[in-house]
């Protein structure tokens, strides 16, 4: 909004100076393009570290990467892993309570989850914060056992 004032008082100054003295008329509407209010998007791959919660020992990492027209999320747990399936998502927020999940990811199997997302790393980042969580089983889904933001 600042901006657009400062151009806009600088582009009268201009016209005013130009015109001084001479006998064209004085212009009465300035149009001044719209400021962009755009996300700023990463055009390389991100990578964050997931941190224990619930003292499960479980750590890791992920790295979000753009393949085209769809983004790659891969997860690799690198503290104790768990010998069941852990469901993992993409929240909407930050650690260590992110809100609404925004993207299911698939299970953490073995140490690994990989999931390619049917949206752009400009779609995925529309939304301010952004966390992985990283759940303890099936069963117990509402425990978290590893989270991290995402930092663009």
Known sequence: MA?????IIVALFVLWFALKGSDKPIVTEIVVPAVSSAVSVPIGPINAKLYEQNKSGEIGTVEISPMNTKTKVVI?????KSAEAQPA????GA?????AISYVLNDVA??????VLDTTM???FTEKELAVNVHKS???AAI???CGDIMR
Do not use: F, R, Y
């Open 138 to 140: 099936i069963k117990e």
């Open 76 to 80: 690799i747990m690198t503290g104790k």
């Open 3 to 7: 901006k657009t004032a400062v151009l």
């Open 110 to 115: 073995n140490g690994v989850s990989e999931t």
């Open 144 to 146: 978290v056992v590893s």
């Open 95 to 99: 650690c260590p309570t992110p809100g």
């Open 122 to 124: 400009a779609n995925l």
């Open 89 to 92: 998502h993409l929240h909407l």
